[in-house]
């Protein structure tokens, strides 16, 4: 399991990922969910994936190989003319990749689903957020369904409902996430850090910020700590039921 989001903001998005993965208690890795593709000045692209870890990782090469210079390797990411264009593109090649490992013997192809983030820009066009489903199919963030989450998504939702304005800035974005990703991690074992975070400013066509939060990060134990301790107090001032008053 894994836990991924994806946030639209006025003024940009924000992308932030665990790197945790696992088949059993006793099989636990590391690996890195976040994947990006940047021309300077033309286009900023990131991709976050989860579900099983050998199709997310065959999408991902994939995608790779063909953005090389060779001109026979397409079609390529750094190709495509809109966002629209990309996700549909990640999405063909997800397709493509479940087809061909259920065509290799399983039946079942549940057992190689992915579900895929995809946001962005590209020059000429605005910044957009897709969620792609294992089908190749996919939906669009807008002001009604702003952020997207994929993984483990219950446990890190209501803080994100309760707390999101699209006029916020990076700065509480990326506090707003550290806060679901505590939620989650507290709650389920199979996502915890490092966190990889993108943050992308609307029409700069590059990533300024991209980093990784480690487990020993003195702000998110400040924010671990600080939120723990604000749910207590904030339940301790709500009115007691009175059993008396039945």
């Known amino acids: 399991m894994t836990y991924c989001v994806g946030l639209m903001l006025n003024k940009g998005l924000v992308f932030m990922s665990d790197t945790r993965t696992n088949a059993g208690v006793d099989n636990i890795s590391t690996f890195r969910k976040m994947f990006a593709w940047d021309e300077p000045g033309?286009?900023?692209?990131?991709?976050?994936?989860?579900?099983?870890l050998a199709t997310t990782q065959a999408v991902i090469s994939l995608l790779d190989e063909r953005s090389k210079a060779v001109e026979d390797r397409s079609p390529s990411i750094l190709k495509c003319e809109s966002m629209f264009q990309v996700a549909t593109l990640v999405g063909d090649?997800?397709?493509?990749?479940?087809?061909?490992?259920?065509?290799?013997?399983?039946?079942?192809?549940?057992?190689?689903?992915?579900?895929?983030?995809?946001?962005?820009?590209?020059?000429?066009?605005?910044?957009?957020?897709?969620?792609?489903?294992?089908?190749?199919?996919?939906?669009?963030?807008?002001?009604?369904?702003?952020?997207?989450?994929?993984?483990?998504?219950?446990?890190?939702?209501?803080?994100?409902?309760?707390?999101?304005?699209?006029?916020?800035s990076f700065d509480e974005a990326i506090k707003l996430l550290l806060v679901s990703f505590d939620s989650t991690i507290k709650a389920n074992l199979s996502v915890d850090l490092p966190l990889d975070v993108r943050v992308y400013a609307t029409d700069a066509f590059q990533c300024d910020h991209a980093f990784r939060i480690e487990a020993n990060d003195p702000y998110y134990l400040e924010i671990s700590e600080g939120w723990g301790g604000a749910l207590r107090e904030a339940f301790g001032r709500l009115p007691d039921f009175d059993l008396d008053a039945l």
């Open 42 to 52: 033309e286009r900023s692209i990131t991709v976050m994936t989860a579900g099983n």
């Open 93 to 168: 090649t997800l397709k493509e990749v479940i087809s061909d490992h259920a065509d290799e013997g399983q039946q079942a192809d549940s057992g190689f689903n992915a579900t895929i983030l995809v946001g962005g820009q590209i020059k000429g066009g605005k910044h957009r957020l897709f969620m792609i489903y294992p089908e190749g199919n996919f939906i669009e963030a807008s002001e009604d369904t702003p952020f997207f989450q994929i993984g483990e998504t219950k446990y890190g939702r209501p803080i994100l409902v309760r707390a999101y304005d699209p006029e916020m």
